[in-house]
């Protein structure tokens, strides 16, 4: 008999009544090591004192109003992220994959205002993930994401992982956007080089495609910058935001240029409950304290402490890792073999880690981790790797 909740996910024999901090309390009292952070989401840990303040003073006022009004908590993020982006505008919604349907309209509808409405395609890249929606399998056109719900939305053109010559030959005149992460967070954190990035950037410009970067998983200062295009001093055009913007509220937003939104006006898009009071005033606490670049240089040290420590984990146990890759606090390590096993062996260690694409291991926890913690995490999954071990030996 199919359970009363949609069985699309294969799920851990665990669960959890209460959070504090890097850590997740089960109903029993025991404690897990939580390196996942619901996926990038708790940017700032389990019941932050100040987005538990902010949720409580907003929700005892007002928790929803439509967007026929204007909302000072909307207005409020919004100019925090102009403030401290590239973009001169922003429609916040409630997911990452609802923030990449909007930068495909977008994209299209500049170049539909643009007199060009042929020029629809959308460059994506193999090993992609933009989210679930009909459109967001699409842009990242992998099979197991695709099989069995087509007919696909139809514009899209995915390329090779890092073919230069596949990326020059296909970006064109039809070409609106070319969209990515510059860190492939479900595709195994694969860092896109820097200097890529910015050969991208010149690519868009001479052709005149859109660069839309997801910043989902990579974003809200996971990577020691604010955003991780920063790192490569480049700009996007359109860019999507999500995961950590909320900190554990359901929150996305499309950040963007005026040139590049200019045809969104009154009518082209909406959310009923995107930009709504509750997740904006959450929002908002969440970038004032991530935005402090005091904040982001205590990510980077603690990224490079964190690495330094894993390169010594890998060195010590050559037959279980491969290798570190990342940057800042999104750090994979790569597994000889698929990591689900790690991950396992890591539960029986009360530490809890995410599986990605092409055997990586990821380590996404809070930014504001302790630094004893991130020590703690190396010391459990170094048991771990040692059981596995003897479990391989024996
Ligand atoms: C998680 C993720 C999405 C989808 O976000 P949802 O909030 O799950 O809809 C899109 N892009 C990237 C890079 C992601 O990591």
């Known amino acids: 008999m199919i359970p009363a909740v949609l069985p699309t996910y294969t799920r851990a024999p665990l669960s959890f009544v209460r959070g504090e901090g890097s850590w997740l309390v089960a109903g029993d009292g025991s404690r897990y090591l939580d390196l996942g952070a619901g996926i990038a989401v708790n940017a700032l840990g389990h019941a932050h004192p100040a987005l538990v303040a902010a949720l409580g003073a907003q929700a005892a006022q007002l928790w929803h109003v439509s967007n026929l009004y204007s909302i000072p908590q909307q207005e409020k993020l919004a100019a925090l992220l102009v403030e401290h982006s590239f973009a001169d505008t922003v429609f916040f919604t409630n997911s990452g994959t609802e ?59 995915v390329l090779p992982f890092g073919d230069h010559d596949a ?15 510059p860190i492939q967070g479900e595709g195994g954190i694969r860092v ?62 499309v ?22 009071p509750l997740g904006c005033a959450v929002g908002a606490a969440v970038v004032g304290i991530i935005a402090d670049p005091a904040f982001l240089a205590e990510v980077t040290r603690k990224g490079a402490l964190f690495r330094q420590k894993l390169e010594g984990l890998v060195a010590a146990h050559p037959t279980v890792f491969e290798g570190v890759r990342g940057q800042g606090l999104m750090l994979g390590l790569k597994c000889r073999a698929a990591p689900a096993e790690v991950v396992k062996a890591g539960y029986a260690q009360h ?34 790797a040692t059981l596995l071990e003897k479990a391989a030996v024996a």
Request: hydrophobic share 45%.
């Open 167 to 181: 990326l020059r030959a296909a970006v064109t005149d039809r070409t609106a956007a070319v969209m990515l992460e």
């Open 99 to 157: 923030a990449a349907e909007l930068a495909i309209k977008m994209a299209r509808k500049s170049w539909y205002d643009q007199g060009q409405p042929e020029r629809t395609e959308i460059v994506t890249f193999e090993g992609a993930f933009h989210g679930r929606s009909t459109g967001a399998i699409a842009a990242a056109g992998s099979e197991k994401m695709t099989k069995g719900f087509g007919p696909l939305m139809p514009g899209f053109h």
């Open 255 to 276: 950040l963007a240029t005026e040139r590049a939104a200019s045809g969104m006006v009154a009518g082209t898009h909406g959310s009923t409950y995107g930009g709504n």
């Open 192 to 253: 896109l080089p820097d200097a890529c990035l910015k050969g991208l950037r010149d690519l868009c410009d001479a052709t005149g495609a859109l660069m839309i970067l997801d910043e989902v998983q990579c974003g809200m200062g996971r990577t020691g910058k604010l955003f991780a295009h920063e790192w490569a001093g480049i700009t996007p055009d359109i860019m999507m935001v999500a995961k950590g913007i909320g900190g554990g509220f359901p929150l996305g937003a």
């Open 351 to 384: 530490l809890l880690t995410v599986p990605a694409a092409d055997n990586v291991l990821r380590l996404l926890p809070a930014l504001n981790i302790p630094d004893a913690d991130l020590a703690e995490a190396v010391v459990r999954l170094d048991r771990a």
